[in-house]
């Protein structure tokens, strides 16, 4: 059974920095790309960052780039996001989402998420 | 970016009836078309991929249809359980894009 747990949210002050972890099981870590989503509150979804199954490429989305990291442990099957200059509008619910192929595809499988307050 | 538009905001219908979702892409983004649910709470679901082919395990009252820049999700017979939160997704280009949603409500 392919599972996704997001541990790291909570809250942090405007320019702070928190990592966010996903442990992912029941599939072949390095097979498939995997992403990080968002969602504010009541609002709708926002694809954040994908790396890759074998390659490792990383996209981001504009509202993040140059600002988060996206990384893998493959030896411990684990995704992370590191945020840093965190701003209010990065408060969200974070979900680990992997994708249905290598380097493409789909989010067929989501993580619980992971809520991240930016708020002082 | 293709910008995804959801139409209508918010569905109003009855159990047993049909409900037809519309999700429009700004540029052809060829079958790479997804449909998710979402109720309160909860992570989103996939539902159809590749513009209609359902997910494992979802029923065979939902359909996905369309190409290119026009796309429908039709549930045939609404049950209790599908009153939610519809998104669809393209990921056809970057930076990958959703719809702002249809919220299915009785």
């Known amino acids: 059974e392919v599972q996704l747990l997001e541990s790291g949210g909570g809250l942090v002050q405007p320019g702070g920095s928190l990592r966010l972890s996903c442990a992912a099981s029941g599939f072949t870590f390095t097979t498939y790309a995997v992403s990080w989503v968002r969602q504010v509150p009541g609002k709708g979804l926002e694809w954040v960052s994908t790396?890759?199954?074998?390659?490792?490429?990383?996209n981001y989305a504009d509202s993040v780039k140059g600002r988060f990291t996206i990384s893998r442990d493959k030896s411990k099957d684990t995704l992370f996001l590191q945020m840093n200059i965190l701003r209010a509008e990065d408060t969200a619910v974070y979900y680990c989402?992997?994708?249905?192929?290598?380097?493409?595809?789909?989010?067929?499988?989501w993580g619980q998420g992971t809520l991240v307050t930016v708020s002082s | 970016e293709v910008v995804m538009t959801q139409s209508p905001a918010t569905l109003s219908v009855s159990p047993g009836e049909r409900a037809t979702l519309s999700c429009r892409a700004s540029?052809?983004?060829?079958?790479?078309l997804a449909w998710y649910k979402q109720k309160p709470g909860q992570a989103p679901r996939l539902l159809i991929h590749?513009?209609?082919t359902r997910a494992t395990g979802i029923p065979a009252r939902f359909s996905g249809s369309g190409s290119g820049t026009e796309f429908t999700l039709t549930i045939s017979s609404l049950q209790s359980e599908d009153f939610a939160l519809y998104y669809c997704?393209?990921?056809?280009?970057?930076?990958?894009?959703f719809g702002g949603g249809t919220k299915v409500e009785i």
């Open positions: 590749d513009v209609s």
């Open positions: 989402v992997r994708r249905s192929w290598d380097d493409g595809g789909c989010f067929d499988y």
């Open positions: 790396i890759s199954g074998s390659r490792g490429n990383i």
């Open positions: 997704q393209q990921y056809n280009n970057w930076p990958l894009t």
């Open positions: 540029q052809s983004i060829k079958s790479n």
